[in-house]
């Protein structure tokens, strides 16, 4: 089945510092990835769909400028959490959809913590 | 606009019990129907799909779960609980060839010994 890659899985970075998360479908190509946010004890919200060759499209509520998303490739998207606060310490986590198919693969999410 | 309601944040059972987790689903076109689990520290995993055809869903481990349109609603049923059911449990819902998902606040399911 269609698999997707996050890598890393957890980052410990300073404040003030970026860090970028990186989304990868294995097998597949994926023109649209997306990028969700977890809290704790919270249900994920939906901060950005990743378009390949173009812009992301980005959900009310979330800074465009602090949450780069790159999707250069048809199997590579990219999230940059620039210059981090504690606040912004959460999971995130990517999927995608292969084409043709109804559901989605996720990753396997990352860890973010700022210090 | 699509919305999911996840009743019931916290579901405990006894190992080799029912697990019922119940989902209702707002859509204003036909849905697909998600139900996906969360381990700890870790991504969601696909349990199992609707999207046309048969109501009645099977997914892996045992679970199954049913559209029933009338009630707007996707439960999720296991006949008998085992000890690595323990997780987070989601429903989610997107709309008919959209690429997005909304998921249900989340359902933690224990299971006792």
């Known amino acids: 089945g269609a698999v997707v890659s996050q890598h890393p899985s957890r980052v410990i970075c300073k404040s003030g510092t970026s860090v970028k998360i990186e989304c990868r479908s294995l097998?597949?190509?994926?023109?649209?990835m997306f990028w969700y946010r977890q809290f704790p004890k919270k249900s994920l919200m939906l901060m950005a769909t990743?378009?390949?060759?173009?812009?992301?499209?980005?959900e009310q509520g979330v800074e465009k400028d602090k949450f780069l998303i790159n999707h250069a490739s048809l199997t590579l998207s990219t999230l940059t959490v620039t210059s981090a606060h504690p606040e912004d310490s959460s999971f995130y986590i990517c999927?995608?959809?292969?084409?043709?198919?109804?559901?989605?693969?996720f990753g396997s999410g990352t860890r973010l913590t700022v210090v | 606009a699509q919305s999911v309601t996840q009743l019931g944040s916290h579901v405990s059972v006894s190992e080799g019990a029912l697990v019922l987790l119940r989902c209702n689903y707002s859509?204003?076109?036909?849905?697909?129907l998600f139900w996906y689990v969360q381990y700890p520290n870790q991504g969601l995993q696909l349990l199992l799909k609707?999207?046309?055809?048969?109501?009645l869903v099977k997914g892996i481990n045992v679970f199954e779960a049913e559209f029933k349109k009338s009630e707007t609603s996707f439960h999720l049923t296991k006949p008998s609980a085992h000890m690595s059911d323990a997780a987070e449990y989601f429903c989610?819902?997107?709309?008919?060839?959209?690429?997005?998902?909304?998921f249900g606040t989340g359902t933690r399911l224990t299971v006792i010994p």
């Open positions: 989610a819902v997107s709309e008919t060839g959209a690429n997005n998902l909304f």
């Open positions: 609707y999207t046309t055809g048969a109501t």
């Open positions: 097998d597949f190509q994926a023109t649209t």
């Open positions: 999927s995608a959809a292969e084409p043709g198919a109804s559901g989605y693969t």
């Open positions: 990743s378009n390949e060759g173009s812009k992301a499209t980005y």
């Open positions: 859509s204003s076109v036909p849905p697909y």
